[in-house]
Structures are given as C-alpha cells and as structure tokens.
C-alpha cells in the first residue's frame, strides 16, 4: 500500500482545508484518511509536507490541437469580430496541423493538465487536413501521459462542404468503436472515452446535423458542440432555420443527457429550459471568452 503522509488535504465540497493528514492507498482506491492512520500497513510512503493533496480538476470543454500556438506573434488581418477572428487565426491554424503536431500538442498539454491538477480533460478536436485517424493519435499522446479525458472531432462544411462533414463523422464512429473495442479487451489502460463532435450550429448544416444524429443513435455517445459562443451563431440559426440553436439541435435528437454544449453565451431562455428539460450539460468558459472578447454567460445560474 501507499501512504502519503503530513499532507494539507485540500476539500472542493464542502471546502476544507485540513493540515497533517495521512492518506493510504491501496492500488487505485483510497481506503483511509485521516490523523490516525495505521502507517505500518505502508509499503511505500512519500512525505507530503508542505504539499497540497486534492481531488482532481477536470477541465469539461479544452483544445490540446492549438495547444503549441500559445504566445504565437501571429501576423494577421484586423478582427473587428468574433468570425473575423475564426477565419483569420483559428480556422488557418487548424487547418496547418499534421499528426506530428497533433500528438506533440496533446503529449505537451496533457503534461501541462496533470501538473496544474488536472485529472481528467474532455478535449474539442479540429485538423480538417488530418481527420482520418487524428483522434487516436491524440488518444497515445493521452495514453503517454497518463491523463483520463474524452475527445471527439468538430464535424463542420466550413471547408469541403458534404464530404468534409462526412469525413468528420466517420472519424467519431471509428474512434468511439475503437475505444468501445479497447475497454472491452483490456488490454492497455482505459483512460480516453469518446463524444460526437461538431463545431458550432452555423458551420453545420441539416444534412450535417442528421449525420451526426444518426452517429448518435449508432455509437450511444452525446454531442459535444460549441452553441452560441458569439451572436452570429443565434442570428444564423434564427435567418436561416427560423429556430433557436437548442431547439434546432433538439429537433434532430441531439439533445439529451448525454450532450455538452460549450460557451451557450447567447442562449435564449426557451433554449435554457429545453437544456433543463433534457438535463444535458452546459460548459462556461470564462478564460475563452474573455480571450476572443466574446462575452460572458450571466445565464448559467438559471441551469
């Protein structure tokens, strides 16, 4: 067994913070804490003074694929709005990814995860130029690490239109049956699970969201997609579906239990009570917003 002892166990809820406290583990599963602790069970022991030990964090809504742009002096157009920013910088980053870059991008940010704390990461992919295969690239630079998450690839028309949504679909089948298959031998650690992902409502269209209905249905996963991160995406859906984002979402049976919804800044309240009504998940992302200037989401207290 393990004992990390003389710790300062820290308690997320309700908050606590708790000095000389010993902690024995056994495999995977914690059996004791506590100020009383029989240490003579330990076959290992680290001292843990001076040290914080507590639960992990889990980050919900991520992208390890720009990881390595952080800091970049990027030489771009003007953007006076949020899809000026998408088109000029984002979407020409992602599009510039190999799978060297992928997996180096997630190895890297997934040490970066485990040494702020964090745990668990449910990652958002996009490589349009790398789809077939990249999520399982990111998968060993998870595996390598040693980091528990979920990843799924962003479905989107923005650059090939039916195929480009096809080939993004088909990625998430394949991952969520390889990772489906690799549970089921055991033969190596499960660490990564799958989602169904999409970008955003607005680079996605009827026929794009009833593929990913139908990978839904087919794999039993949920929906990780970005809804209403900026006010264009509202307008859009509203001009050219005549619906709000939820309810369109809702219409395909893309709404349930199951389904995260990243940013939801410019929700309307029908759709906070159809995302209540289906108990699915709502992720803020206040660092994001603030970053691309974007908003913050005063409705999450409604949830």
Known sequence: MLLIK????VQFE??????????LV???????????????????????????????????????????SRGVMADIKPCPDF???????????????????????GLIC????????????IDHHASPSYIKGSLNTLRKAFLKAGLRGMTCFETTDRNGGIKELEAGVRENIEFANLVSSAKVRGDEPYLVEAHIGAHAP????????????????????????????DKYDATWS????????????????????????????????SDIELLNEKDAFLVHNPRSNMNNHVGYNEKTHVL
Not at 6 to 9: E, R, V, Y
Not at 14 to 23: F, K, L, S
Not at 83 to 105: F, G, M, P, Q
Not at 213 to 229: C, K, M, N, Q
């Open 83 to 105: 899809v000026s920013t998408l088109k000029n910088l984002w979407w020409k980053v992602d599009r510039a990814i190999d799978e060297e870059i992928l997996y180096y991008s």
């Open 6 to 9: 003389n710790a300062t166990a």
């Open 202 to 229: 607005f680079t996605v269209s009827n026929d794009g969201l009833g593929m990913l209905s139908d990978a839904v249905r087919e794999t039993g996963r949920g929906l990780h997609i970005h809804v209403a991160e």
């Open 110 to 121: 997934s040490l970066d995860a485990i040494k702020a704390g964090c745990t668990s990461v």
């Open 14 to 23: 309700p908050a606590r913070v708790t000095e000389g406290v010993d902690i």
């Open 26 to 68: 056994d495999g995977n599963k914690i059996v004791e804490v506590g100020s009383q602790v029989d240490r003579a069970k330990a076959t290992r022991t680290i001292d843990a003074a001076g040290r914080l030990v507590m639960p992990g964090i889990v980050c919900s809504h991520n992208h390890f694929y720009s990881g390595l």
């Open 238 to 269: 509203r001009h050219h579906y005549g619906q709000e984002l939820i309810q369109r979402l809702d219409s395909f049976g893309l709404i349930n239990d199951k389904t995260l919804i990243g940013h939801g800044i410019y929700l309307a309240d």
